[in-house]
């Protein structure tokens, strides 16, 4: 009784600390994938560096003794160059094996493991060829990168696993192929205002920027969602209705950055929406709104961006525009004599001239609507369009003011 009264109190010691250890987990915030962001000019200009100028052998013992240059990746960080012309990135480190079957007494055999892997096409220097983990080298083991097969010698493989190196146990480089040890972490450029960051990893500030955004056909409009250091969105949705402005708040999942979700707050109600970025471009995010409590679909697309892939786009019918593109700013006229608001802030004159001259200059500006209450007179509407129209902007629009 007293050996069972103990086993279950140590169980139920090992299920709290289980309990504790999954919160505490559950509270870290995730880990960009530094990996995965590694693409474009910062990978294919390694081979071009004279200080890496590569090699066609690594011994065992140099890949050990290269240092941690990925965040959060033990494992040594090498660029192949490949037969066909792509690059691939590897995480690798040596291990040992046992033969199956044979116990703690069988024999260990050396083997090279490849922790991760990723073959980027030379041609657009972006896309993904081939991807893996966990794969391991025995001795005279070849593998092709450009496809993620372990082959025969002689099948095209871009490197090889050997233990009858110069040096001992090493990793060559086959055919054409080159080997660059990357020591240095390498430098990834920061993405541009409201442009996703290099690579297919998904990071948390990819859902900045200015989207047109469309749930179940009834409710579209200009979405803006800027995210700050926590993952907290602030934002604004400009309606296509009537071109209001309203308030948007949300959240990317810490544990997953790539799963958004935000609130429109109208006058009377209140839109929630939880979507994914699509990882290929980053230039969408779709999943479910609630619209007066009930479900429907939307869809979210970059402005200047399309949902349509590259090799359908031309067989694609055109589509049609939304009543309110993206590049289209809306002017308000506040009750003060000079005073009107653009996309829902408030402003002078002059501002306004100055915000619709600099949106002109950098291309996110192609037309005005004019929202006007009934009670303004028409001198202060003539005004407005004279400002507008100083400011480089022909087409306009005017529209009455009304509630959403």
């Known amino acids: 009784m007293g050996g069972s009264s103990r086993s279950f109190h140590r169980q139920r010691r090992f299920a709290l600390l289980a309990v504790v250890a999954l919160i505490l987990l559950a509270g870290r915030p995730a880990i960009a994938d530094e990996f995965g962001r590694i693409v474009g000019p910062p ?235 699509w990882t290929e471009d980053k230039n969408v995010f779709a999943g479910t709104a609630r619209i007066v409590e009930h479900p429907y679909s939307f869809v979210a697309v970059r402005e200047g961006a399309s949902f349509v892939p590259e090799s359908l786009e031309a067989a694609s019918p055109p589509r049609p525009p939304s009543t309110i593109s993206a590049s289209t700013r809306v002017v308000g006229l506040e009750a003060a004599e000079d005073r009107y608001t653009i996309d829902g802030r408030s402003c002078s004159a002059d501002e306004l001239k100055a915000a619709l001259t600099a949106a002109v200059k950098s291309g996110s500006a192609a037309a005005v609507l004019v929202r006007v209450a009934p009670d303004r007179p028409y001198h202060r509407v003539e005004r407005a369009v004279r400002l507008i129209r100083a400011a480089g902007i022909a087409s306009i629009r005017l529209a009455a003011e009304a509630p959403e």
């Open 43 to 277: 990978l294919f200009n390694i081979p071009t560096r004279s200080a890496t100028a590569g090699t066609a052998r690594l011994s065992i013992r140099s890949i050990e003794a290269m240092p941690e240059v990925v965040r959060g990746e033990r494992a040594a960080f090498i660029v192949v160059a490949t037969e066909d012309g792509n690059l691939a990135k590897l995480l690798v480190a040596p291990g040992l094996r046992r033969q199956p079957g044979a116990g703690r007494k069988g024999e260990l055999a050396p083997v090279l493991q490849i922790e991760r892997f990723e073959t980027i096409d030379g041609g657009d220097r972006v896309a993904r060829k081939a991807r893996g983990r966990d794969v391991l080298l025995f001795d005279g083991f070849e593998f092709d990168l450009d496809t993620g097969q372990v082959v025969p010698p002689g099948f095209g493989g871009d490197v090889g696993y050997s233990l009858k190196g110069n040096d001992g146990p090493e990793l060559t480089a086959l055919g054409k192929g080159r080997l660059f040890p990357i020591e240095r972490p390498i430098v990834l450029p920061a993405a541009g205002p409201g442009q996703p960051s290099p690579g297919l990893a998904v990071v948390p500030a990819d859902f900045n920027g200015r989207y047109t955004l469309v749930a179940n056909g009834q409710t579209s409009g200009a979405l803006e969602l800027s995210v700050d250091g926590g993952g907290d969105i602030s934002g604004r949705f400009r309606s296509d209705r009537n071109g209001s402005v309203y308030p948007v708040t949300g959240k990317v999942a810490a544990d997953l950055p790539r799963r958004i979700e935000f609130e429109i707050k109208f006058p009377r109600t209140r839109q929630n929406y939880e979507g994914l970025l």
